[in-house]
């Protein structure tokens, strides 16, 4: 099984930059998606993480550890938009991959 | 619009009634997975299919069931229905399962309350 920690809520202000941190346990990692997903709405793929180091996608990247076991959602730029849950979900080998509890972010003017 | 379609969008019944929720993949894509949402709650994975057969069994309840069809739609069907089954329930589609890269594909879920 998988254990996977995310903040629960974080705020941040329209313009800021905000860092959304991910830990998990697996027994054989094999990636990790990032989703966002508004109230109401179906989740939506972000990014997704293989191998070590930071990937970008213009506004939002994503970045990976895996000997840590840690992954980070990066926004710039925030818009009012962008206020959501923010689900990581790693995934083992053999395995579907499993959604964090999320991170609900709020955007403030 | 992602291509997975479910119907119907809402659903109100009573305690101890059953339903049936209908989820048609994306175009080409093999895998169907079915996910319940509760307020303010995690994404919680119920079951896969691929290709017509059961792949994985998550927190699914006893009274919940599911099958895939050969044309690849899939329904879920919950039975003996109580207030806490009321919840989100979201079907995702991907073209594989396994160790491929595999994005799955949310449909805009069925909104269920039970009265």
């Known amino acids: 099984g998988q254990n996977i920690d995310q903040p629960t809520e974080m705020t941040a202000t329209e313009g800021a930059i905000v860092q959304i941190n991910c830990t998990y346990q697996t027994s054989g990692f094999n990636g990790l998606f990032w989703y966002q997903q508004h109230a109401g709405e179906a989740p939506t793929f972000l990014s997704y993480n293989v191998l070590d180091g930071l990937e970008e996608k213009g506004r939002f990247s994503s970045f990976l550890s895996r000997s840590k076991g840690y992954s980070y959602l990066l926004l710039k730029e925030l818009q009012m938009k962008d206020s959501a849950s923010y689900l990581c979900?790693?995934?083992?080998?053999?395995?579907?991959?499993?959604f964090g509890p999320g991170t609900r972010l709020s955007v403030l003017p | 619009d992602s291509g997975v379609t479910q119907t119907p969008k809402h659903l109100i019944t009573a305690t101890g009634q059953r339903v049936t929720l209908r989820c048609s993949p994306r175009s080409g894509d093999l895998s169907v997975y079915w996910y319940q949402q509760s307020l303010d709650q995690g994404l919680q994975f119920l079951i896969h299919?691929?290709?017509?057969?059961?792949?994985a069994k998550g927190n699914i309840l006893e009274r919940f069931s599911a099958q895939q069809f050969p044309d690849l739609h899939s329904e879920l069907n919950l039975s003996s229905l109580e207030l806490g089954d009321s919840a989100l329930y979201f079907c995702?589609?991907?073209?594989?399962?396994?160790?491929?890269?595999?994005?799955?594909?949310f449909g805009p879920g069925t909104r269920l309350t039970v009265l």
């Open positions: 299919y691929y290709n017509g057969e059961e792949r």
């Open positions: 995702a589609s991907s073209v594989d399962w396994g160790d491929s890269y595999n994005e799955q594909f």
């Open positions: 979900a790693p995934r083992e080998y053999g395995q579907n991959f499993v």
